[in-house]
């Protein structure tokens, strides 16, 4: 009902609904030992134990919006005790999914969990250094505490009158930080009452009575680094163990004990009597017995209630709500049992219930296939609840014929090529082919035909003659000589076509000369120059000439400066001149 007003007035405000519908929860409840409202678990561990710490979140949240603390109970000589906030071990928004157990992590000492308030409208704004008890007893929807409590040692069992004495030190190595000692007797979870004459590191009682009986707690005050202040830096639990076996009375100096029903012995050791075995239970036919310490139980069998001692009368588990029938299942009661039937509808064992394969109804027909001419459309249904094994009678999938009001654009094709033109020359000729796009023509915008309107080719019996051409000059190559009158040349081949036999050669020709004007006059050394690299051939084919040439580098040289000599190239081609 709460949650429900809390929406609604989301929506009133126009909060979005997966904003108000944060709840935090405990998951799994089986990690706590005491859950004290929805929000609060409390977990009894030892020291070096580990803990785990999950919850549930109702609704869609960031990751970044969840916050993780560490509280400390602090407190300051005998003024009031005040609460302050730090982060847990763990980084912030980090969950911290086990820790080791230390002696600063058990109550009053607490971790909790909360979404950021400014994520949550209407909750309580609460003070960033302040608990107050009723937040803790009473947490708001967007916190969740987890609380460690030590294992209680026991002590005893003792007798109603006796004397108690316990000492700290026998159970704790005592820090040198330790400033302060608070023990408390327990009331209920969470819930403790300061022994107000108890100080120091021991307690005393004597005589006890019934009230003194049950948890007695000693929580330990010290410094810790980077923690301002005094803070609890451990807790203690001691179970004050109450001997249910006897019961004595002070006879003068002497005190005389008898064991009480559910015992046996002399008084003085009083051993539990197992009523089930010795034939004084009162148990009826039909029930099972059970020895208890004490004491014994009678227990109905499956499917029946009572005290088993009077009566065991058949269970109605549909109207108690503890049978294991499947949602979609009818329980009908029987004697001692139950019954389970899969609704119409379903079918199964009635503990677990398969809903029966049918057909879903029939989708919209899908558009026309094609937007022009005639096309198909189809429509489509699917058999429901595969798991099942079953299959729907009929087809999954129809198609009928459509037709677009719109004609269909009409592509052109080609006709077929035309007979080859006659050849325009006997030799060295060409003749053609031509074709049209009209197979068909296109039409509503039809795409024209892809290609060539028209080709040709090469035609004649008779190869024509090649006729020689001259390829370009070639570079000018170097001076002949370095110093003084010298000249340079050029060539070119005639390849450009080559000539064929009955071709006509390349006239003019194939050598150019022209004197190195640039050269610097020569001094030092008289006489000829070196001789230069042989020229090229005269000739492209059969026999020419190669000239080189040296240089007078005064007037007194003898001899020749030219020199020549034959060259060979290839034979020439037939009716060459």
């Given at each position: ?23 935090l929860t405990i998951a799994p409840t ?273 499917g029946y209630q009572g005290d088993g ?194 071709g006509e050669p390349c006239t003019g ?69």
């Amino acid at each position: 009902m709460e949650l429900r007003v809390f929406l609604l007035a989301c929506l009133i405000l126009g909060i979005p609904a997966y904003i108000c519908a944060q709840v935090l929860t405990i998951a799994p409840t089986t990690l706590c030992d005491v859950i004290k409202e929805p929000r609060v678990c409390v977990m009894s561990r030892d020291v070096g134990d580990d803990a785990k710490f999950d919850v549930d979140i109702e609704g869609e949240f960031n990751h970044d919006e969840l916050q993780w603390y560490k509280h400390y109970l602090q407190g300051k000589n005998n003024s009031p005790r005040h609460d302050w906030r730090k982060h847990a071990p763990n980084k912030r928004r980090q969950k911290p999914d086990h820790i080791s157990i230390k002696e600063d992590d058990f109550y009053e000492n607490k971790y909790w969990i909360e979404i950021s308030e400014d994520q949550l409208p209407f909750q309580k704004n609460i003070r960033a250094y302040q608990l107050d008890d009723d937040e803790v007893r009473y947490p708001s929807k967007n916190r969740v505490y987890f609380i460690v409590q030590c294992r209680p040692v026991d002590l005893g069992p003792y007798l109603v009158g006796d004397n108690l004495h316990i000492d700290l030190e026998d159970h704790y190595t005592i820090p040198a930080s330790a400033m302060k000692y608070i023990w408390t007797k327990s009331v209920s979870p969470l819930e403790f009452k300061v022994l107000e004459d108890v100080d120091g590191t021991t307690m005393d009682s004597h005589s006890m009575q019934l009230t003194d009986f049950g948890v007695v707690s000693v929580r330990i005050y010290g410094s810790k680094e980077g923690i301002p202040g005094r803070v609890q830096i451990a807790e203690r639990n001691f179970n004050i163990q109450l001997d249910h076996s006897r019961v004595c009375t002070q006879n003068g100096p002497r005190k005389v004990c008898q064991c009480t029903v559910g015992y046996q012995g002399n008084g003085n050791i009083c051993k539990d009597m197992n009523e089930c075995e010795n034939g004084q239970a009162q148990c009826l036919p039909e029930a099972v017995c059970e020895n208890t310490e004490g004491s014994y139980e009678c227990i109905c069998p499956d499917g029946y209630q009572g005290d088993g001692e009077k009566e065991c009368t058949d269970m109605d588990e549909c109207e108690l709500n503890i049978h294991n029938c499947d949602t979609y299942a009818s329980c009908m009661n029987t004697e001692g049992s139950y019954k389970c039937d899969c609704q119409e509808g379903y079918f199964g064992n009635g503990f677990d219930c398969i809903e029966m394969s049918i057909w879903t109804p029939w989708s919209p027909w899908s558009p026309c296939s094609v937007t022009c001419g005639s096309g198909t459309m189809s429509r489509s249904r699917t058999c429901t609840n595969p798991e099942s094994g079953m299959i729907c009678d009929g087809v999954a999938m129809e198609h009928e014929t459509c037709t677009s009001s719109s004609p269909c654009p009409i592509n052109g094709g080609w006709s077929e090529w035309s007979q080859w033109s006659p050849c325009s020359e006997t030799c060295g000729g060409q003749r053609h082919q031509v074709r049209v796009c009209d197979n068909p023509t296109p039409l509503h915008g039809g795409l024209y035909c892809e290609g060539d309107l028209y080709k040709s080719e090469q035609c004649g019996d008779q190869s024509c003659p090649v006729d020689g051409n001259w390829s370009k000059w070639g570079d000018w190559s170097t001076c002949s000589a370095t110093c003084g009158p010298s000249e340079r040349s050029r060539v070119r081949l005639c390849d450009n076509p080559a000539p064929s036999e009955d071709g006509e050669p390349c006239t003019g020709l194939h050598k150019e000369t022209k004197p190195c004007e640039d050269n610097p006059p020569c001094f030092g050394n008289r006489g000829w120059s070196s001789w230069s690299h042989w020229g090229t051939c005269t000739v492209t084919c059969g026999i020419g000439e190669q000239f080189r040439q040296r240089l007078c580098k005064d007037s007194k040289c003898s001899g020749q400066n030219q020199q020549q000599k034959p060259c060979f190239i290839r034979n020439c081609p037939r009716g060459y001149r």
